[in-house]
């Protein structure tokens, strides 16, 4: 009790409210160095983690900065200092609470630099760049606590890593620095304590009540989902009456693309004329906004969304999330779920709808999972040395430093304990000299060593290019979208630049739920009409697909060995019957290939479980290796579960496509070419300061003087193939879209053991694969003849051939 | 008018006339100009990686003057050009031409022996260079005139400088690369350094020197025509209803 000072106890009896047991467990381990609290969205989670500092400061608080939070949103930085402003004036504490943001003014930035707040609500980029400041120390001087919010989410980012290794900073200029981190329920509470705990010191864990289980089922409809697809446009009459039913439903899609085309086909069958709003990333910030104000005022009954919606901003009255699309991550689905419902104590209540039928067998396996509290989620590997260049450069443009003591300061932060010095030196070579095997850079160093020893900028100007250049967030080059003639009206939103490539004037697509028409590009902006035109002539633009998890899938293949399913609809389980009755379904330790002809073609299907990305990766390399026996492969088609290949030749023995070795080769010289390592070459190097961040005023003017990533990827692969950057590119790329680790896993899992069945026709599992979009064409000198075609017909088409 | 060549059976070139000059583009971007023995390069940009770094910018791979020289090599042993002519901008700046490191001048000389060099000048290197060859403001043979920025109304011009670049949409992806642009009067180079960026075509910046019947050939082997798109308006110029 001791721990509890009287104003605290008095406001909280004031209002009628018990303190939360992990409310006061908080209190009584304010001394610990590292704590964790997990407790359930509206558990009083943020207020928990800034009571110990209330207490400590005290209502007459000394000045200087004590306490600092770190939130992964901005919009919440802004949302906390408003609800915490309220208890801090009722227990008549006088406490300066500001927040500091890429929004923050300059004025108010300068001033909070020479003079901070008691308590500083910030961002990782924002205290990554206050780091970088000569007078970070004195910024910092007094402070005692910080407190992480949503680290679930950021552990699952580079901006975690960063994050970690400011904080390992902090804790070299404030000594006894004591963290806190506040997390949704997580699968293991353990890792995310050690990443957020400085090495060697301990985390300490604290569990909250967790609260009911939730309350989620899956929707039953009428018409039973398609073979394929993923937009769940048949629900869409079940769903509108469960809208007309509660209060604010929260409607969840997958993709940023799947939810324009939903709210588009919702909003034709809205008879009702419900106020229904959509909210997603690539949506123009006032529009965002205007969405989120109509939902604190609880103006809409009903919002579309992706996972822009994910973290924890306070929407009030939600009493109804519907997850459209199987989760593909249960954890995913909880914390969606956790959207609802934000009173303690009272169920969340969920609904999920299958987009197509196997989605069926997923959102089963999910709702099993989620009941028995399994959640999932991939180990977290090492922090990313790009990050590590990153911080390289940032702490020289706050001094000089020792190399010996930054190394022991970095191995303080949890993702990096693991680094070993030769590899920490590389990063240091790499931030010096560019570490390119020609010494080119003598004269040029970026960091040189001093007399005493110590590294520092050479030219103490390039301090403000690296501090442009601080953050992780590597954006897709996007252009703004605007309706022609209104340009001093808001935008719609942003689509991706090689998006915007593709149009020609006169295509219709779905931006913020309206159908507009391409008009032309003014000044690196698109313009836009209103389009009357009932189908959008293209329908995508931005494609973030998840993968189903490891767990989720092995749940799947555990579904499979029953031998019925009585928790599946009908339809669904005479269709896995049916598939027992003429081939197999697929078992955990073994793989099934089926091979079949279907309209000429010989197919072959192989049910690897390994998630999108990684199907998506086998079907090129399988392809590649097919090609190489002469067997002709036409094309094929992944699928979270599956990759189907057709081709001029059957397959008759797929063992030796798919022996280990000869995959691991395969994948070595196809990585080289690939444009998924382009893709990924320059977010890192953008990351790691060899590319410097496009600031949209740059842009504008001589295009011609900037040139594009692959050239320098290009130019490393040829001349300088050991070069660190391609190996960090290549690390990274192993866990993202190419997700070779879990070809690799499935390898294991399976040794060899392949069922291959030939058959006279396509089976019912394989069938949908045939209605799933994406098919990649196998292309070998395809680009040349692919120009040469487009070059005939536009000459043809402009009378000039 | 244009025909799809191959060039002594080695390279592919795309071969087209200008004020009567027979002239062919080669996949790399550089000119070749058969009756006069004339290979044709610009916007080289040697040293650009030197020269950002001179400047406390980014420390990029060092390799992109070899790369440049690689390609020159190759096309100057391909053609037999007794006459190379680099139109404008071959080195980042004067201090990089100064500060070539020792092997790669010495390429460049080697490049440069028994054959006639023409550096004319550009808007990154004014001036004389420390290495041999004629210095020009700009270089008039026959029907063509080099210089390295077009100008207005000119005729028979070759010029270099914009870095243009054609795009084109192959089913729903995007393909970006660099471009001669021409019409009947004049043409203008792609960017032949490694490094070097491009400005799309169908950039305001064109509109005063190319008309409707303006042409692209994309850099590929072989290169490729294509009809010059419109260009966009002017950044500034204001459309209110």
């Known amino acids: 009790m001791s721990n509890v000072p009287p104003f605290i106890d008095t406001w909280f009896a004031a209002r009628g409210w018990a303190m939360h047991p992990h409310q006061h467990e908080m209190l009584e381990r304010a001394g610990a160095p590292a704590l964790l609290l997990i407790a359930p969205t509206g558990g009083g989670k943020t207020l928990a983690g800034f009571l110990p500092s209330l207490a400590d400061l005290g209502p007459d608080p000394a000045p200087g900065l004590h306490t600092l939070y770190i939130s992964p949103l901005k919009a919440l930085t802004a949302d906390i200092r408003r609800n915490l402003r309220a208890p801090v004036d009722e227990m008549g504490l006088s406490i300066r609470i500001e927040d500091r943001t890429g929004d923050t003014s300059h004025t108010q930035r300068r001033r909070q630099r020479a003079d901070p707040p008691h308590i500083l609500l910030t961002t990782p980029e924002s205290l990554a760049l206050m780091l970088s400041y000569e007078d970070a120390p004195r910024i910092f001087a007094g402070l005692k606590r910080v407190i992480v ?17 400011g904080l390992a900073r902090l804790a070299a200029l404030c000594p006894g620095l004591s963290r806190v981190g506040l997390s949704a329920t997580v699968e293991d509470p353990p890792a995310i304590g050690r990443f957020l705990a400085p090495a060697p010191k301990a985390c300490e864990i604290l569990q909250a009540d967790p609260g009911p289980d939730p309350d989620i089922a899956m929707l039953e ?107 593909k991550n249960v954890k995913r689905l909880v914390q969606r779920i956790g959207r609802a419902n934000h009173r303690y104590n009272a169920p969340s209540k969920a609904l999920l709808v299958p987009a197509n039928r196997f989605e069926v067998v997923e959102c089963v396996a999910a709702l099993q999972a989620a009941r028995a509290h399994d959640l999932d989620g991939d180990p977290r590997g090492p922090g990313p040395r790009d990050v590590l260049c990153q911080h390289i450069l940032a702490t020289a443009a706050a001094g000089p430093f020792d190399a010996d003591a930054l190394y022991d300061e970095v191995t303080t932060a949890g993702p990096y304990t693991t680094l070993t010095r030769p590899a920490f030196d590389a990063c240091l070579d790499f931030a010096a000299t560019g570490g390119y095997a020609l010494r080119a850079y003598d004269r040029w160093q970026r960091l040189k060593r001093g007399p005493d020893g110590r590294w520092a900028l050479r030219d103490p100007r390039a301090a403000k290019q690296i501090r442009m250049n601080l953050g992780t967030i590597v954006d897709t080059e996007t252009l703004k979208v605007r309706m022609q003639r209104h340009r001093g009206g808001a935008p719609l939103g942003e689509v991706e630049e090689g998006f915007a490539a593709t149009l020609t004037p006169g295509d219709t697509f779905l931006i913020g739920g309206q159908i507009v028409r391409y008009e032309g590009l003014r000044e690196m902006t698109v313009e836009v009409t209103r389009s009357a035109s009932a189908t959008p002539k293209i329908a995508t633009f931005m494609g973030t697909k998840f993968a189903t998890s490891t767990q989720l899938s092995d749940r799947i293949l555990t579904m499979f060995r029953q031998p019925d399913w009585p928790e599946l609809p009908r339809h669904t389980a005479e269709w896995l019957a049916l598939q027992r009755k003429v081939s197999r379904l697929p078992r955990r330790e073994r793989l099934l290939i089926e091979s079949f ?56 023995d797929p063992a030796p496509l798919l022996d ?21 070459f320059r977010a890192s190097a953008i990351v790691a300061g060899l590319i410097e961040r496009n600031t949209p005023g740059r842009r504008k003017t001589g295009r011609q003087a900037t040139f594009s990533s692959d050239i320098l990827y290009d130019t490393l692969a040829k001349y300088d193939p050991g070069h660190l950057m391609l190996e960090i590119t290549r690390e990274e790329a192993m866990k993202g879209l190419v997700d070779f680790g879990r070809i690799e896993a499935m390898l294991a899992r399976t040794k060899g053991r392949i069922d291959h069945v030939p058959l006279s026709r396509v089976t019912p599992l394989a069938a949908p694969l045939f209605l799933e979009p994406g098919r990649v064409p196998v292309t070998g000198t395809a680009e040349q003849r692919l120009i040469d075609e487009a070059a005939e017909r536009l000459m043809a088409e402009a009378g000039l051939a | 008018m244009g025909r799809v060549f191959v060039w002594k059976q080695i390279m592919n070139g795309y071969a087209f006339m200008l004020t009567g000059a027979q002239l062919a583009a080669l996949p790399s971007g550089a000119l070749y100009w058969g009756d006069a023995g004339l290979l044709a390069v610009s916007d080289l940009h040697l040293g650009k990686a030197e020269r950002i770094a001179r400047r406390g910018g980014a420390l990029l791979p060092p390799y992109e003057t070899r790369e440049t020289l690689a390609r020159l090599e190759a096309d100057i042993t391909v053609t037999g050009a007794r006459t190379v002519l680099c139109l404008g901008d071959s080195f980042d700046d004067l201090d990089a031409a100064a500060g070539l490191p020792e092997d790669e001048a010495q390429w460049l ?64 992806r995007a393909l970006s690369r660099p471009c001669f642009l021409h019409d009947a009067a004049r043409l203008i180079l792609p960017a032949y350094g490694a490094y070097t960026g491009g400005l799309c075509w169908d950039d305001p910046a064109f509109a005063p020197l190319f008309g409707t019947e303006a042409r692209a050939i994309m850099l590929g082997n072989p290169p490729r025509p294509l009809p010059k798109p419109p260009c966009r308006a002017a950044a500034h110029e204001v459309t209110h209803a």
């Open chain 1, 149 to 165: 919010d949503e680290v679930h989410a950021l552990a699952e980012s580079k901006r975690g890593d960063q994050l970690m290794l």
């Open chain 1, 221 to 327: 409809t009428d018409a039973p989902p398609p073979w394929s697809g993923g937009g769940g446009r048949y629900a869409i009459p079940a769903i509108l009456d469960e809208v007309r039913r509660h209060r604010t439903t929260l409607i969840f899609h997958n993709t940023r693309a799947q939810a324009e085309i939903f709210f588009h086909d919702l909003w034709l069958a809205n008879d009702a004329g419900l106020p229904i709003g959509i909210h997603h990333g690539s949506l123009a910030r006032e529009a965002r906004e205007k969405v989120e104000a109509a939902m604190a005022e609880g103006a809409l009954r009903a919002v579309v969304c992706t996972g822009s919606l994910d973290l924890g901003i306070d929407w009030g009255d939600v009493d109804l999330v519907i997850q459209v699309g199987a989760p």
């Open chain 1, 597 to 652: 002809p279907h309209e000429g073609r010989a197919h072959t299907c192989v049910y690897g479980f390994a998630g999108r990305n990684a199907q998506q990766t086998l079907g090129l390399l399988l392809t590649q290796r097919m090609e190489a026996a002469g067997l002709a492969p036409l094309g094929f088609v992944a699928t979270d579960y599956a990759t189907l290949i057709w081709g001029l030749d059957p397959v008759t």
């Open chain 1, 660 to 680: 280990g070795d000869n995959l691991r080769e395969a994948f070595e010289t196809w990585l080289a070419g690939n444009a998924v390592m382009k893709r990924t």
């Open chain 2, 109 to 172: 000389m080697r490049l440069m022996a028994g054959r006639r060099w023409l550096w004319i000048e550009g808007n990154h290197d004014p001036g004389p260079i420390a290495f041999g060859g004629s210095h020009l403001a700009e270089y008039a043979a026959g029907p063509l005139i080099f210089r390295h920025i077009a100008r207005p109304g000119a005729v028979g011009e070759v010029s270099g400088h914009y870095h243009p670049k054609a795009r084109i949409s192959l089913g729903g």
